[in-house]
């Protein structure tokens, strides 16, 4: 039997629908600013594809570029200036940042209420302790996925491997938070394998194309791969992939997401909730 293949692209577009049409009701659009510093191709790819996303559903969208070699103090004077500006809901520094910059101190310059990447430490504090704040876009993104498939976690054990602050550890936070028993692999991890053919819900977000095999996975498992690899293909041809050997998988899962067209278009639908959310918030604070 082959596994469903859980449909990001329709599923995040359902999201920005909704999202259009509350921007529709609002007194002014959402302003959403994306910051990238260097010239790294994806990122640009990726930068471009938010700040068009943000203008299809109705906000006002700005991008800055930097150069690579941006120092600190410039970057967080960008930082600062979004930060003053009532026109601006959110702020999403676009990651990886150059190796000179600290990313933790990049991070926390990010106003907390314009934090829609989440990623600052009272978001991240916030979600660990189960209270609302802003959530990472990926991990937000995967929950809608895993639960368009699932809708009760409730005992379900879910493993995740890959624990960075930007995806693997606010997904497993979300999904022990949605009462599943969570466990958590990374490079240190021993036997991942074995861990991972318990798992009723499999997320895999390392960046290792070809990782998770079929048989590390459970019959009928929900298979979520955020892993984004591009690889050059025997043609010569560049080719996104993720961490699953998707045609082994799909023969034994229940559900799995594809690579691309599962978890990244899913990311960007959840930047323009969050940003309508900061927004609102925003909104709600000022006239108080
Ligand atoms: P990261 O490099 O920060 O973290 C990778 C994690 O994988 C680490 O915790 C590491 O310990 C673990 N790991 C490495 N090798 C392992 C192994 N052999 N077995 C088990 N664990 C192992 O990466 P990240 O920023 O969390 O991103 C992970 C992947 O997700 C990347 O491919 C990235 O491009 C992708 N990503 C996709 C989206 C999207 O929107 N689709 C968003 C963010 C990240």
Request: contains cysteine; hydrophobic residues 45%; aromatic residues 2%.
């Amino acid at each position: 039997m082959t596994a469903e293949i859980i449909d990001g692209k329709k599923l995040a577009q359902l999201v920005l629908d909704e999202v259009a049409k509350a921007v529709v009701d609002m007194s002014r659009p959402p302003g959403l600013a994306v910051v990238l510093a260097g010239d790294d191709p994806a990122s640009h790819v990726y930068v471009n594809g938010k700040a068009k996303r943000a203008k299809e559903v109705g906000f006002h969208a700005e991008l800055k570029l930097l150069p690579a070699d941006v120092s600190e103090v410039e970057l967080l004077a960008v930082i600062d200036a979004l930060n003053g500006r009532d026109e601006i809901d959110g702020i999403l520094v676009q990651l990886p940042l150059p190796a000179h910059l600290n990313t933790l101190r990049i991070m926390a310059a990010v106003d907390p209420s314009k934090d829609v990447d989440g990623l600052h430490a009272l978001n991240a504090g916030l979600l660990s302790q189960g209270a609302e704040g802003l959530i990472p876009c990926t991990p937000l993104g995967c929950m809608k996925l895993i639960k368009s498939v699932v809708p009760d976690l409730t005992g379900s054990h879910a493993v995740v491997i890959g624990s960075s602050n930007i995806v693997g550890k606010p997904v497993a936070a979300l999904l022990l938070a949605e009462q599943a028993t969570v466990t958590q692999a990374h490079i240190h991890t021993r036997d991942t394998q074995f861990i991972c053919r318990g798992a009723d819900i499999l997320v895999s977000a390392v960046g290792k194309p070809g990782l998770v095999r079929g048989d590390w996975i459970k019959p009928r498992a929900v298979v979520i791969d955020v892993g984004t690899t591009r690889v050059r293909q025997p043609d010569g041809k560049m080719r996104t992939v993720g961490d699953v050997a998707f045609d082994e998988a799909v023969e034994v899962a229940g559900a799995i997401t594809p690579v691309p067209g599962g978890v990244g278009p899913m990311t960007i639908a959840c930047l323009m909730e969050n940003t309508l959310r900061a927004a609102r918030a925003r909104n709600a604070h000022a006239a108080a």
